[in-house]
Nanobody, 115 residues
Framework: QVQLVESGGGLVQPGGSLRLSCAAS????????MGWYRQAPGKQRELVAT???????NYADSVKGRFTISRDNAKNTVYLQMNSLKPEDTAVYYC?????????WGQGTQVTVSS
């Protein structure tokens, strides 16, 4: 089992910034991918960004140039720096940890972009 603890969500005005963090603990395979998905009301969960333990990254087109994913492998922690936030970024953001041993999800953190 892998436990994921997320933090950093909240309310921000359009154009503002937030930083999400997610720390993983438990049975962690050295080769893995960590990242973020989001789900807005009435919509399906969608990819935001992922970063593999080897360094490769994957971003949704809608966040390229605004969001940056990074990770500290020694701490098993992934970060999502979100800049130039838009109202359409409002969603519950879920951290994920994926490896050959399975896929795990955090409890989600709410991000609301509103004036």
């Amino acid at each position: 089992q892998v436990q994921l603890v997320e933090s950093g969500g909240g309310l921000v005005q359009p154009g503002g910034s937030l930083r999400l963090s997610c720390a993983a603990s438990g049975r962690i395979f050295s080769i893995n991918a960590m990242g973020w998905y989001r789900q807005a009301p009435g919509k399906q969960r969608e990819l935001v960004a992922t970063r593999a333990s080897g360094g490769s990254t994957n971003y949704a087109d809608s966040v390229k140039g605004r969001f940056t994913i990074s990770r500290d492998n020694a701490k098993n922690t992934v970060y999502l720096q979100m800049n130039s936030l838009k109202p359409e970024d409002t969603a519950v953001y879920y951290c994920t940890h994926q490896s050959v041993w399975g896929s795990y999800w955090g409890q989600g953190t709410q991000v609301t972009v509103s004036s």
